[in-house]
């Protein structure tokens, strides 16, 4: 029961979410996978680690298909690039059952998604596109009729 509530509160977020949010949305999954594949690796569950690496693996894979190269240019190129690299190192550490290649990748992922959670804050303290801020709203020059004067006398 906790898990299905766990999932519709999730779809709930993906639905709802801008491209920022579903950014940072992959990268909590990305991480969190990873992490369950060192714990997995720790203890051993062979399986449970493919499957967590998997999960990395697709997630960044999704997350290579969702750069826009026309309007990302060289940052959309080098994430490609950072991306394909992370995947390599998914790849070894299941092979080889290292620990070492899965701490790089969960490094690269977390200061990655710092970095876009930072961009969510940034978005998220700016007004939207159309709304007006009340502070940008310029001031009146002269009284308005029926309110009192707005200038200051001692």
């Known amino acids: 029961m906790w898990q299905n509530a766990q999932d519709v509160y999730l779809e709930s977020r993906v639905l709802s979410a801008d491209p920022t949010e ?9 991480t969190a996978a990873v992490r369950n594949a060192r714990r997995q690796l720790a203890a051993g569950e062979i399986a449970a680690r493919a ?8 997630i960044l894979i999704e997350l290579t298909g969702s750069l826009d190269h026309a309007r990302g240019g060289e940052i959309s190129r080098r994430l490609a690039q950072l991306y394909d690299y992370m995947i390599r190192k998914l790849i070894e550490a299941n092979f080889q059952q290292r620990d070492a290649p899965l701490a790089e990748v969960l490094g690269l992922l977390s200061t990655l998604a710092e970095a876009w959670d930072g961009l969510k804050q940034q978005e998220a303290s700016q007004p939207a596109d159309g709304a007006e ?3 940008a709203k ?10 009192p004067s707005q200038a200051w006398s001692l």
Not at 22 to 30: D, E, G, R, T
Not at 138 to 147: D, M, N, T, Y
């Open 22 to 30: 579903l950014v940072c949305l992959l990268y909590q999954a990305a």
């Open 51 to 58: 499957r967590s690496i998997s999960t990395a693996c697709e």
């Open 138 to 147: 310029p001031l009146p020059q002269e009284p308005v009729a029926g309110h």
């Open 133 to 135: 801020s009340p502070w």
